[in-house]
Protein backbone atom coordinates (compact mmCIF):
# COMPACT_ATOMS: atom_id res chain seq x y z
CA UNK A 1 0.00 0.00 0.00
CA UNK A 2 1.24 3.02 -0.77
CA UNK A 3 1.41 6.40 1.50
CA UNK A 4 -1.55 8.06 -0.50
CA UNK A 5 -3.79 4.76 0.83
CA UNK A 6 -2.70 4.64 3.96
CA UNK A 7 -3.45 8.32 4.64
CA UNK A 8 -6.80 7.19 3.30
CA UNK A 9 -7.91 4.47 5.41
CA UNK A 10 -7.39 6.49 8.38
CA UNK A 11 -9.32 8.37 10.85
CA UNK A 12 -8.14 9.68 14.14
CA UNK A 13 -10.62 11.13 16.16
CA UNK A 14 -11.53 11.87 19.87
CA UNK A 15 -14.74 10.75 22.24
CA UNK A 16 -16.07 14.15 23.87
CA UNK A 17 -18.43 14.37 26.58
CA UNK A 18 -19.48 15.25 30.26
CA UNK A 19 -18.24 12.72 32.88
CA UNK A 20 -21.17 10.00 32.90
CA UNK A 21 -22.84 10.68 29.57
CA UNK A 22 -21.39 7.18 28.14
CA UNK A 23 -18.29 7.92 26.69
CA UNK A 24 -16.29 4.67 28.13
CA UNK A 25 -19.32 2.86 27.30
CA UNK A 26 -19.59 3.97 23.59
CA UNK A 27 -15.74 3.62 23.36
CA UNK A 28 -16.52 0.24 24.76
CA UNK A 29 -19.35 -0.96 21.81
CA UNK A 30 -16.96 0.65 19.33
CA UNK A 31 -14.05 -1.63 19.87
CA UNK A 32 -16.24 -4.57 20.32
CA UNK A 33 -17.38 -3.79 16.54
CA UNK A 34 -13.49 -3.49 15.49
CA UNK A 35 -13.19 -7.23 16.73
CA UNK A 36 -10.52 -5.13 19.74
CA UNK A 37 -11.60 -6.63 22.77
CA UNK A 38 -14.23 -9.75 22.91
CA UNK A 39 -16.21 -8.87 25.43
CA UNK A 40 -18.35 -6.08 27.08
CA UNK A 41 -16.48 -4.67 30.46
CA UNK A 42 -13.05 -4.86 28.97
CA UNK A 43 -12.44 -1.20 28.72
CA UNK A 44 -11.76 0.20 32.34
CA UNK A 45 -13.00 3.66 32.54
CA UNK A 46 -10.27 5.81 33.03
CA UNK A 47 -12.10 8.72 35.24
CA UNK A 48 -11.43 10.12 38.42
CA UNK A 49 -14.70 10.58 40.66
CA UNK A 50 -15.32 12.98 43.10
CA UNK A 51 -14.58 10.83 45.54
CA UNK A 52 -11.26 9.97 44.84
CA UNK A 53 -9.73 13.20 45.52
CA UNK A 54 -7.34 12.39 48.31
CA UNK A 55 -7.30 9.26 47.73
CA UNK A 56 -3.89 8.35 46.12
CA UNK A 57 -4.10 4.83 45.19
CA UNK A 58 -7.00 6.03 43.26
CA UNK A 59 -4.95 8.67 41.54
CA UNK A 60 -1.90 5.78 40.74
CA UNK A 61 -4.21 3.43 39.33
CA UNK A 62 -6.42 5.72 36.77
CA UNK A 63 -2.62 7.00 35.88
CA UNK A 64 -2.15 3.39 34.92
CA UNK A 65 -5.30 2.92 33.12
CA UNK A 66 -4.93 6.50 31.48
CA UNK A 67 -1.58 4.85 30.08
CA UNK A 68 -3.66 1.78 28.68
CA UNK A 69 -6.19 3.49 27.09
CA UNK A 70 -5.01 6.38 25.95
CA UNK A 71 -5.12 5.46 22.42
CA UNK A 72 -6.73 2.83 21.22
CA UNK A 73 -5.97 1.47 17.26
CA UNK A 74 -8.34 -1.05 15.66
CA UNK A 75 -9.27 -1.72 12.39
CA UNK A 76 -13.29 -1.67 10.72
CA UNK A 77 -13.76 -2.77 7.59
CA UNK A 78 -10.92 -1.41 5.50
CA UNK A 79 -10.26 1.69 7.85
CA UNK A 80 -7.65 2.12 10.57
CA UNK A 81 -9.31 4.04 13.42
CA UNK A 82 -7.11 5.73 16.10
CA UNK A 83 -9.54 6.55 18.93
CA UNK A 84 -7.36 8.88 22.04
CA UNK A 85 -8.63 8.81 25.07
CA UNK A 86 -9.66 11.96 26.75
CA UNK A 87 -10.02 12.35 30.58
CA UNK A 88 -13.47 13.52 31.61
CA UNK A 89 -12.57 14.97 34.85
CA UNK A 90 -12.78 18.69 34.73
CA UNK A 91 -9.66 19.26 36.82
CA UNK A 92 -7.75 17.43 34.29
CA UNK A 93 -8.85 19.04 31.02
CA UNK A 94 -5.73 20.83 30.06
CA UNK A 95 -4.90 17.25 28.92
CA UNK A 96 -8.22 17.02 27.39
CA UNK A 97 -7.51 19.82 25.29
CA UNK A 98 -3.90 18.90 24.38
CA UNK A 99 -5.64 15.74 23.20
CA UNK A 100 -7.54 17.36 20.83
CA UNK A 101 -4.93 19.29 18.94
CA UNK A 102 -4.29 15.76 17.85
CA UNK A 103 -7.45 14.35 16.39
CA UNK A 104 -9.21 15.28 13.10
CA UNK A 105 -12.87 15.07 14.21
CA UNK A 106 -14.70 14.14 17.55
CA UNK A 107 -17.91 12.65 18.65
CA UNK A 108 -19.80 14.29 21.76
CA UNK A 109 -21.61 12.23 23.59
CA UNK A 110 -24.66 13.76 25.11
CA UNK A 111 -26.69 12.41 27.80
CA UNK A 112 -30.61 12.82 26.95
CA UNK A 113 -31.51 13.40 30.41
CA UNK A 114 -29.23 16.08 30.87
CA UNK A 115 -28.75 17.82 27.87
CA UNK A 116 -25.80 19.70 27.28
CA UNK A 117 -23.53 19.90 30.28
CA UNK A 118 -21.04 22.17 31.82
CA UNK A 119 -17.73 20.09 30.28
CA UNK A 120 -19.06 19.66 27.01
CA UNK A 121 -19.44 23.75 26.26
CA UNK A 122 -15.96 24.16 27.75
CA UNK A 123 -14.74 21.26 24.71
CA UNK A 124 -16.80 22.10 22.17
CA UNK A 125 -15.07 25.73 23.23
CA UNK A 126 -11.60 24.04 21.44
CA UNK A 127 -12.96 22.09 19.21
CA UNK A 128 -14.21 25.23 17.34
CA UNK A 129 -10.83 26.75 17.79
CA UNK A 130 -9.60 24.77 15.13
CA UNK A 131 -12.83 23.63 13.36
CA UNK A 132 -12.65 20.25 14.42
CA UNK A 133 -15.91 17.89 12.87
CA UNK A 134 -18.32 16.78 15.10
CA UNK A 135 -20.27 13.85 15.16
CA UNK A 136 -22.90 13.85 18.09
CA UNK A 137 -24.47 10.84 19.81
CA UNK A 138 -27.32 11.59 21.67
CA UNK A 139 -27.35 8.11 24.63
CA UNK A 140 -29.24 6.72 27.14
CA UNK A 141 -32.81 6.75 24.56
CA UNK A 142 -33.66 3.99 26.74
CA UNK A 143 -33.82 5.78 29.46
CA UNK A 144 -37.01 9.00 29.73
CA UNK A 145 -35.02 11.85 28.64
CA UNK A 146 -35.86 15.27 27.57
CA UNK A 147 -37.67 16.24 23.89
CA UNK A 148 -35.48 14.94 21.12
CA UNK A 149 -36.15 18.59 19.41
CA UNK A 150 -35.24 20.30 22.62
CA UNK A 151 -32.30 18.57 23.17
CA UNK A 152 -31.03 19.44 19.55
CA UNK A 153 -32.21 23.37 19.79
CA UNK A 154 -30.14 23.15 23.06
CA UNK A 155 -27.29 21.93 21.56
CA UNK A 156 -27.53 24.33 18.68
CA UNK A 157 -28.01 27.42 21.38
CA UNK A 158 -25.74 26.02 23.55
CA UNK A 159 -22.87 24.60 21.50
CA UNK A 160 -22.94 27.58 18.88
CA UNK A 161 -23.23 24.87 15.96
CA UNK A 162 -25.68 24.25 13.58
CA UNK A 163 -26.91 20.52 13.79
CA UNK A 164 -28.36 18.00 11.20
CA UNK A 165 -30.43 14.89 12.43
CA UNK A 166 -29.53 11.76 10.60
CA UNK A 167 -31.61 9.23 12.69
CA UNK A 168 -34.53 10.29 15.09
CA UNK A 169 -35.96 8.58 17.89
CA UNK A 170 -39.33 6.53 17.93
CA UNK A 171 -40.65 7.22 21.19
CA UNK A 172 -38.05 7.33 24.28
CA UNK A 173 -37.66 5.22 27.92
CA UNK A 174 -39.56 2.19 28.68
CA UNK A 175 -41.69 2.78 25.25
CA UNK A 176 -38.66 3.45 22.92
CA UNK A 177 -38.94 1.36 19.73
CA UNK A 178 -35.94 2.45 17.78
CA UNK A 179 -34.73 4.73 15.33
CA UNK A 180 -35.50 5.87 11.87
CA UNK A 181 -32.31 6.62 9.78
CA UNK A 182 -33.34 9.53 8.24
CA UNK A 183 -30.10 9.00 5.69
CA UNK A 184 -30.70 5.30 4.86
CA UNK A 185 -34.62 6.11 5.14
CA UNK A 186 -34.40 2.44 7.51
CA UNK A 187 -35.94 1.35 10.75
CA UNK A 188 -33.99 0.25 13.43
CA UNK A 189 -36.05 -1.83 16.06
CA UNK A 190 -34.91 -1.46 19.32
CA UNK A 191 -34.63 -4.83 21.65
CA UNK A 192 -33.42 -4.15 25.03
CA UNK A 193 -30.77 -6.10 25.00
CA UNK A 194 -27.07 -6.34 26.43
CA UNK A 195 -25.81 -8.09 23.04
CA UNK A 196 -27.95 -6.18 20.51
CA UNK A 197 -26.79 -5.92 17.01
CA UNK A 198 -29.77 -4.26 15.09
CA UNK A 199 -30.90 -4.84 11.89
CA UNK A 200 -31.79 -2.10 9.64
CA UNK A 201 -34.94 -2.53 8.01
CA UNK A 202 -35.70 -0.69 4.63
CA UNK A 203 -38.92 1.00 5.04
CA UNK A 204 -39.94 4.06 3.97
CA UNK A 205 -41.50 6.88 5.93
CA UNK A 206 -45.08 5.96 4.22
CA UNK A 207 -45.16 2.38 4.00
CA UNK A 208 -47.86 0.76 6.65
CA UNK A 209 -45.25 -1.79 7.76
CA UNK A 210 -43.32 1.35 9.95
CA UNK A 211 -47.29 1.33 11.32
CA UNK A 212 -47.21 -2.33 12.38
CA UNK A 213 -43.50 -2.42 13.55
CA UNK A 214 -43.39 0.49 15.80
CA UNK A 215 -47.06 0.69 16.85
CA UNK A 216 -49.92 3.41 14.80
CA UNK A 217 -49.20 6.13 17.34
CA UNK A 218 -45.77 6.27 17.09
CA UNK A 219 -45.16 5.98 13.17
CA UNK A 220 -47.87 8.95 13.02
CA UNK A 221 -45.76 11.16 15.95
CA UNK A 222 -42.07 10.20 13.71
CA UNK A 223 -43.76 10.78 10.32
CA UNK A 224 -44.63 14.70 11.66
CA UNK A 225 -41.25 14.66 13.42
CA UNK A 226 -39.69 14.00 10.59
CA UNK A 227 -41.98 16.12 7.92
CA UNK A 228 -40.75 19.20 10.24
CA UNK A 229 -37.07 18.01 10.39
CA UNK A 230 -36.89 17.31 6.74
CA UNK A 231 -38.76 21.08 6.42
CA UNK A 232 -36.58 23.36 9.08
CA UNK A 233 -32.93 21.46 8.41
CA UNK A 234 -31.08 21.76 4.75
CA UNK A 235 -29.99 18.92 3.64
CA UNK A 236 -26.87 17.08 5.31
CA UNK A 237 -24.01 18.97 3.48
CA UNK A 238 -20.70 16.91 3.93
CA UNK A 239 -18.26 19.85 3.53
CA UNK A 240 -20.01 21.92 5.93
CA UNK A 241 -19.53 18.99 8.45
CA UNK A 242 -15.81 19.16 7.64
CA UNK A 243 -15.71 22.48 8.22
CA UNK A 244 -17.07 22.31 11.22
CA UNK A 245 -19.95 24.52 11.04
CA UNK A 246 -22.48 21.54 10.73
CA UNK A 247 -22.46 18.52 13.37
CA UNK A 248 -24.77 15.59 12.57
CA UNK A 249 -26.81 14.29 15.25
CA UNK A 250 -27.64 10.47 16.25
CA UNK A 251 -29.94 9.03 18.71
CA UNK A 252 -28.71 5.83 20.60
CA UNK A 253 -27.76 3.26 23.45
CA UNK A 254 -24.39 2.74 24.43
CA UNK A 255 -25.33 0.19 26.88
CA UNK A 256 -28.06 -1.14 24.95
CA UNK A 257 -25.13 -1.30 21.75
CA UNK A 258 -28.11 0.48 19.78
CA UNK A 259 -26.92 2.97 17.25
CA UNK A 260 -23.59 2.34 17.94
CA UNK A 261 -23.18 0.61 14.92
CA UNK A 262 -24.80 2.72 13.07
CA UNK A 263 -22.74 5.75 13.92
CA UNK A 264 -19.72 3.89 13.33
CA UNK A 265 -20.97 3.37 9.59
CA UNK A 266 -21.51 7.19 8.83
CA UNK A 267 -18.27 8.08 11.05
CA UNK A 268 -16.49 5.73 8.81
CA UNK A 269 -17.90 6.85 5.72
CA UNK A 270 -17.65 10.82 6.29
CA UNK A 271 -15.11 11.70 8.83
CA UNK A 272 -12.13 13.16 7.53
CA UNK A 273 -8.82 11.22 7.28
CA UNK A 274 -5.76 12.79 8.46
CA UNK A 275 -5.31 16.49 6.67
CA UNK A 276 -2.87 19.00 6.22
CA UNK A 277 -1.67 21.25 9.41
CA UNK A 278 0.11 24.48 10.07
CA UNK A 279 3.84 24.83 11.10
CA UNK A 280 5.52 28.83 12.07
CA UNK A 281 6.76 27.89 8.52
CA UNK A 282 4.30 26.93 6.18
CA UNK A 283 1.17 24.21 5.66
CA UNK A 284 2.28 20.85 5.75
CA UNK A 285 0.42 17.83 3.59
CA UNK A 286 0.03 14.40 5.03
CA UNK A 287 1.00 12.78 1.55
CA UNK A 288 4.89 14.67 1.66
CA UNK A 289 6.85 12.78 1.30
CA UNK A 290 9.11 13.31 4.74
CA UNK A 291 8.13 12.52 8.07
CA UNK A 292 6.95 14.96 10.56
CA UNK A 293 5.05 15.17 13.79
CA UNK A 294 4.01 16.53 17.14
CA UNK A 295 4.63 15.53 20.86
CA UNK A 296 0.66 16.20 22.66
CA UNK A 297 1.06 14.29 25.68
CA UNK A 298 3.95 13.13 28.36
CA UNK A 299 3.15 10.54 30.56
CA UNK A 300 5.55 9.49 33.68
CA UNK A 301 6.53 5.86 33.69
CA UNK A 302 5.13 4.28 36.84
CA UNK A 303 8.00 2.87 38.16
CA UNK A 304 9.84 5.79 40.57
CA UNK A 305 13.08 3.87 39.69
CA UNK A 306 13.73 4.56 36.59
CA UNK A 307 12.74 8.54 35.13
CA UNK A 308 11.71 7.19 31.85
CA UNK A 309 8.62 8.60 30.28
CA UNK A 310 6.47 7.85 27.37
CA UNK A 311 5.92 10.50 24.89
CA UNK A 312 3.23 10.49 22.38
CA UNK A 313 3.72 11.85 19.08
CA UNK A 314 1.17 12.28 16.36
CA UNK A 315 2.64 12.01 13.18
CA UNK A 316 1.23 14.57 10.19
CA UNK A 317 3.35 13.56 7.28
CA UNK A 318 4.88 11.21 5.52
CA UNK A 319 6.17 7.44 7.06
CA UNK A 320 7.82 6.59 10.21
CA UNK A 321 10.23 3.87 10.26
CA UNK A 322 12.19 2.60 13.81
CA UNK A 323 15.56 3.20 14.29
CA UNK A 324 15.91 6.12 11.95
CA UNK A 325 17.39 9.47 12.72
CA UNK A 326 14.86 12.10 13.31
CA UNK A 327 15.51 15.75 13.79
CA UNK A 328 14.66 17.53 17.11
CA UNK A 329 13.64 20.88 16.14
CA UNK A 330 13.70 22.56 19.34
CA UNK A 331 16.92 21.24 20.71
CA UNK A 332 18.52 21.31 17.26
CA UNK A 333 19.58 17.37 17.45
CA UNK A 334 19.17 14.36 16.19
CA UNK A 335 17.46 11.26 17.78
CA UNK A 336 16.97 8.00 17.23
CA UNK A 337 13.94 6.47 18.32
CA UNK A 338 14.70 2.46 18.20
CA UNK A 339 11.96 1.86 20.70
CA UNK A 340 8.74 3.46 19.70
CA UNK A 341 5.57 1.90 20.79
CA UNK A 342 2.20 1.54 18.76
CA UNK A 343 -0.99 1.53 20.49
CA UNK A 344 -3.56 -1.73 19.38
CA UNK A 345 -6.82 -1.25 21.50
CA UNK A 346 -5.07 -2.44 25.05
CA UNK A 347 -2.05 -3.69 23.73
CA UNK A 348 1.32 -2.01 22.95
CA UNK A 349 3.72 -3.37 20.53
CA UNK A 350 6.52 -1.99 18.64
CA UNK A 351 6.26 -0.22 15.61
CA UNK A 352 8.54 -0.47 12.66
CA UNK A 353 6.46 2.02 10.58
CA UNK A 354 3.91 4.26 11.23
CA UNK A 355 1.87 6.75 8.73
CA UNK A 356 -0.43 9.93 8.96
CA UNK A 357 -2.89 9.81 11.48
CA UNK A 358 -1.09 7.40 13.81
CA UNK A 359 -0.06 7.92 17.22
CA UNK A 360 3.22 6.17 18.44
CA UNK A 361 4.75 6.32 22.04
CA UNK A 362 8.26 7.05 22.72
CA UNK A 363 10.24 6.39 25.71
CA UNK A 364 12.04 9.98 26.59
CA UNK A 365 14.31 10.18 29.51
CA UNK A 366 14.11 14.06 29.19
CA UNK A 367 14.36 15.31 25.83
CA UNK A 368 10.84 16.03 24.83
CA UNK A 369 8.13 18.72 25.84
CA UNK A 370 4.88 18.77 25.21
CA UNK A 371 4.27 20.73 21.30
CA UNK A 372 7.86 19.59 20.30
CA UNK A 373 7.99 18.98 16.91
CA UNK A 374 9.64 15.76 15.12
CA UNK A 375 11.24 16.31 11.11
CA UNK A 376 13.58 14.71 8.90
CA UNK A 377 15.62 17.77 9.45
CA UNK A 378 13.02 20.62 8.20
CA UNK A 379 13.09 23.55 10.40
CA UNK A 380 9.25 23.66 11.35
CA UNK A 381 7.10 23.74 14.10
CA UNK A 382 3.70 23.09 14.47
CA UNK A 383 1.25 25.18 16.25
CA UNK A 384 -2.01 25.51 17.87
CA UNK A 385 -0.86 23.75 21.02
CA UNK A 386 -1.28 26.04 23.55
CA UNK A 387 -1.58 26.64 27.08
CA UNK A 388 -4.84 28.11 28.43
CA UNK A 389 -4.62 29.90 31.31
CA UNK A 390 -4.84 28.32 34.47
CA UNK A 391 -8.20 28.91 37.09
CA UNK A 392 -6.20 28.22 40.38
CA UNK A 393 -2.80 29.99 41.44
CA UNK A 394 -0.26 28.71 44.30
CA UNK A 395 2.94 29.74 45.79
CA UNK A 396 5.64 26.91 45.57
CA UNK A 397 6.68 26.74 49.22
CA UNK A 398 9.89 24.32 49.37
CA UNK A 399 9.54 22.75 52.99
CA UNK A 400 13.21 20.94 53.00
CA UNK A 401 16.04 23.23 52.10
CA UNK A 402 18.46 20.06 51.38
CA UNK A 403 15.88 19.11 48.84
CA UNK A 404 15.88 21.86 46.80
CA UNK A 405 17.44 20.16 43.56
CA UNK A 406 15.32 17.67 43.42
CA UNK A 407 12.12 20.07 43.84
CA UNK A 408 13.04 21.93 41.13
CA UNK A 409 13.74 19.22 38.87
CA UNK A 410 10.89 17.37 39.65
CA UNK A 411 8.36 20.77 39.09
CA UNK A 412 10.25 21.25 35.80
CA UNK A 413 9.76 17.24 35.01
CA UNK A 414 6.07 17.75 36.04
CA UNK A 415 5.36 20.86 34.30
CA UNK A 416 7.17 19.12 30.52
CA UNK A 417 4.37 16.27 31.59
CA UNK A 418 2.18 18.66 31.33
CA UNK A 419 0.71 18.39 34.65
CA UNK A 420 0.29 22.13 35.38
CA UNK A 421 1.87 25.18 34.37
CA UNK A 422 4.92 27.35 36.06
CA UNK A 423 5.17 30.96 36.17
CA UNK A 424 8.17 32.30 37.66
CA UNK A 425 7.91 36.00 38.69
CA UNK A 426 10.57 37.98 37.19
CA UNK A 427 10.93 39.96 40.39
CA UNK A 428 11.95 37.63 43.52
CA UNK A 429 12.03 34.47 41.07
CA UNK A 430 8.61 33.15 43.10
CA UNK A 431 7.48 30.45 41.64
CA UNK A 432 3.57 30.12 41.47
CA UNK A 433 1.52 27.16 39.64
CA UNK A 434 -1.39 27.10 38.13
CA UNK A 435 -3.62 24.69 37.00
CA UNK A 436 -7.76 24.02 35.68
CA UNK A 437 -8.41 21.98 38.90
CA UNK A 438 -7.44 21.82 42.66
CA UNK A 439 -7.10 17.99 42.10
CA UNK A 440 -4.17 18.49 40.60
CA UNK A 441 -2.24 19.97 43.51
CA UNK A 442 -2.98 16.69 45.13
CA UNK A 443 -1.23 15.19 42.01
CA UNK A 444 1.48 17.37 42.11
CA UNK A 445 2.32 17.40 45.78
CA UNK A 446 2.22 13.19 45.92
CA UNK A 447 4.88 12.79 42.77
CA UNK A 448 7.28 15.52 44.36
CA UNK A 449 7.16 13.59 47.34
CA UNK A 450 7.20 10.01 45.85
CA UNK A 451 9.01 10.13 42.88
CA UNK A 452 11.55 13.31 43.62
CA UNK A 453 11.54 12.84 47.38
CA UNK A 454 10.75 16.79 47.79
CA UNK A 455 8.31 17.51 50.07
CA UNK A 456 6.64 21.54 49.20
CA UNK A 457 3.70 23.41 49.98
CA UNK A 458 1.23 25.43 48.28
CA UNK A 459 -0.14 28.75 49.28
CA UNK A 460 -3.03 30.33 47.68
CA UNK A 461 -3.30 32.85 45.78
CA UNK A 462 -5.28 35.57 44.57
CA UNK A 463 -4.87 35.78 40.53
CA UNK A 464 -7.45 35.55 38.25
CA UNK A 465 -5.78 34.91 35.34
CA UNK A 466 -2.46 34.78 33.21
CA UNK A 467 -2.39 36.65 30.37
CA UNK A 468 -0.05 36.15 27.74
CA UNK A 469 1.12 39.61 26.95
CA UNK A 470 2.32 41.43 23.63
CA UNK A 471 2.75 44.99 22.09
CA UNK A 472 3.57 46.06 18.10
CA UNK A 473 5.57 48.81 20.32
CA UNK A 474 8.64 47.51 22.48
CA UNK A 475 8.92 50.23 24.44
CA UNK A 476 5.26 50.14 25.37
CA UNK A 477 5.65 46.95 25.98
CA UNK A 478 8.94 47.69 28.72
CA UNK A 479 6.63 50.47 29.99
CA UNK A 480 4.35 48.56 30.78
CA UNK A 481 6.40 45.73 32.41
CA UNK A 482 8.15 48.66 34.30
CA UNK A 483 4.77 49.82 36.01
CA UNK A 484 3.40 46.63 36.24
CA UNK A 485 7.33 44.74 37.54
CA UNK A 486 5.36 43.33 40.64
CA UNK A 487 3.19 41.15 38.63
CA UNK A 488 5.18 40.28 35.67
CA UNK A 489 6.61 36.55 35.57
CA UNK A 490 7.50 34.09 32.22
CA UNK A 491 6.03 30.89 31.52
CA UNK A 492 8.04 27.36 31.01
CA UNK A 493 9.36 28.85 27.43
CA UNK A 494 10.10 31.99 28.55
CA UNK A 495 7.12 34.03 27.58
CA UNK A 496 6.06 37.14 29.11
CA UNK A 497 2.86 36.51 31.40
CA UNK A 498 1.13 39.36 33.63
CA UNK A 499 -0.64 38.31 36.73
CA UNK A 500 -3.75 39.41 36.55
CA UNK A 501 -5.58 39.59 40.50
CA UNK A 502 -9.01 40.13 39.55
CA UNK A 503 -11.52 40.60 36.53
CA UNK A 504 -12.19 44.14 37.69
CA UNK A 505 -8.23 45.04 37.95
CA UNK A 506 -7.45 43.16 34.40
CA UNK A 507 -10.22 45.68 32.34
CA UNK A 508 -8.67 48.97 34.42
CA UNK A 509 -5.44 47.96 33.36
CA UNK A 510 -6.53 46.73 29.70
CA UNK A 511 -8.28 49.76 29.28
CA UNK A 512 -5.20 52.04 30.81
CA UNK A 513 -3.01 50.19 28.08
CA UNK A 514 -4.75 50.10 24.87
CA UNK A 515 -1.08 49.58 23.23
CA UNK A 516 -0.59 46.06 25.29
CA UNK A 517 -2.42 42.58 23.55
CA UNK A 518 -3.70 40.61 26.57
CA UNK A 519 -3.96 37.19 25.32
CA UNK A 520 -5.51 34.02 27.11
CA UNK A 521 -3.70 31.30 25.21
CA UNK A 522 0.20 30.52 24.83
CA UNK A 523 -0.03 30.89 21.24
CA UNK A 524 -1.44 34.43 19.20
CA UNK A 525 -0.14 35.94 16.29
P1 LIG B 1 -18.38 8.26 31.01
O1 LIG B 1 -18.14 8.91 32.32
O2 LIG B 1 -18.85 9.27 30.00
O3 LIG B 1 -17.24 7.44 30.51
O4 LIG B 1 -19.67 7.30 31.22
P2 LIG B 1 -19.78 5.72 31.33
O5 LIG B 1 -19.63 5.07 30.00
O6 LIG B 1 -18.93 5.22 32.43
O7 LIG B 1 -21.32 5.63 31.71
C1 LIG B 1 -21.86 6.19 32.88
C2 LIG B 1 -23.05 5.36 33.34
O8 LIG B 1 -24.10 5.43 32.39
C3 LIG B 1 -22.71 3.89 33.49
O9 LIG B 1 -23.38 3.38 34.62
C4 LIG B 1 -23.26 3.26 32.22
O10 LIG B 1 -23.64 1.92 32.39
C5 LIG B 1 -24.48 4.14 31.97
N1 LIG B 1 -24.87 4.14 30.56
C6 LIG B 1 -24.09 4.27 29.47
N2 LIG B 1 -24.84 4.21 28.35
C7 LIG B 1 -26.12 4.05 28.74
C8 LIG B 1 -27.36 3.92 28.04
O11 LIG B 1 -27.44 3.91 26.83
N3 LIG B 1 -28.47 3.77 28.82
C9 LIG B 1 -28.45 3.76 30.17
N4 LIG B 1 -29.58 3.62 30.82
N5 LIG B 1 -27.30 3.88 30.85
C10 LIG B 1 -26.14 4.02 30.15
Redesign the pocket.
Known sequence: MNLEQEIAKRRTFGII?H????????TEKLLLFGGAIQKAGAVK?S?IKDHARSDWMEIEKQRGISVATSVMGFNYRDVKINLLDTP?HKDFAEDTYRTLTAVDSVIM?IDCVKGVEMQTEKLMEVCRMRNTPVICFI??L??EGRDPFDLIDEIEEKLDIKVRPLSWPISMGKTFKGVYSLYEKSLHLFTPSKITIEEGLEVDINDPQLDERVGENNAKQLRADVELIEGVYPDFNIQDYLDGKVAPVFFG????NFGVKELLDTFIRIAPPPVERETTVRVVEPEEKKFTGFIFKIHANMDPQHRNRIAFLRICSGKFERGSNYYHVRQEKNLRFSNATAFMAQDRETVEEAFPGDIIGIYDTGNLKIGDTITEGEKVMYTGIPSFSPEIFKEVINLDAMKTKQLEKGLLQLMEEGVAQLFTYELGKRKVVGVVGALQFEVIQFRLKNEYNATAEFQSQSIYKACWISSDDPKKLNEFIDSKQRHIARDKDGKLVFMAESRAWLQMVQDNFPEIQFHFTSEFK
Do not use: E, Q
Not at 253 to 256: I, P, R, W
Open positions: SPDAGKTTLSKGVNKDRSAVN
